[in-house]
T-cell receptor, first 113, second 108 residues
């Protein structure tokens, strides 16, 4: 079975640009969450989507947005990139309120220069 | 708001020794997870703890949960080099709240 797939794996962008990150969950998982992990820190919650509806949002500016598609894949969009947005962006899929944990993708490493 | 604190943040062990990582959380958490992360890699689920008194073991790692004390522990028995990684304690209340992680280094 395919795990959680994220694309691209690495990305370099210039300050002020826009970026779109993509995530495909495990088959059968309807919940997708996004996390930002800055080097040396634990991941921080950005968004959770379930059945195409936003279920929760972390403490991130409005430059960050996301959506979930009918096939449960998801996009994370970040506008007006700042140097501080450089991080590993992780997508996690799960059954809702999962007793089996969350499965994370390999992440997208975003570097803003 | 749920807060998760781990200690120690850095742990250097000798092979063959035992040690425990402690995780305290501030408010009710639906579930408690432990994840492992190798450098530059994603997160690997180790344990899901669902209820008070839960104890789970996998190889040299054992995790426990005391919901009354809001405490979880990750015990390492007879450490080996392959266990070197960062370990995260994670609370859950619709979103995952991560501790800062414990960087474990096992030396020969």
């Amino acid at each position: 079975d395919a795990g959680v797939t994220q694309s691209p794996t690495h990305l370099i962008k210039t300050r002020g640009q826009h970026v779109t990150l993509r995530c495909s969950p495990i088959s059968g998982h309807k919940s997708v969450s996004w996390y930002q992990q800055v080097l040396g820190q634990g991941p921080q919650f950005i968004f959770q989507y379930y059945e195409k509806e936003e279920r929760g949002r972390g403490n991130f500016p409005d430059r960050f947005s996301a959506r979930q598609f009918p096939n449960y894949s998801s996009e994370l969009n970040v506008n007006a990139l700042l140097l501080g947005d450089s991080a590993l962006y992780l997508c996690a899929s799960s059954l809702l309120d999962s007793d089996y944990g969350y499965t994370f993708g390999s992440g997208t490493r975003l570097t803003v220069v | 708001e749920l807060k998760v604190e781990q200690n120690p943040l850095f742990l250097s062990m000798q092979e063959g020794k035992n040690y425990t990582i402690y995780c305290n959380y501030s408010t009710t958490s639906d579930r408690l997870y432990w994840y492992r992360q190798d450098p530059g890699k994603s997160l690997e689920s180790l344990f899901v703890l669902l209820s008070n008194g839960a104890v789970k073991q996998e190889g040299r790692l054992m995790a426990s949960l005391d919901t009354k004390a809001r405490l979880s522990t990750l015990h390492i028995t007879a450490a080996v080099h392959d266990l070197s990684a960062t370990y995260f304690c994670v609370g859950s209340n619709y979103k995952l709240t991560f501790g800062k992680g414990t960087l474990l280094t096992v030396n020969p």
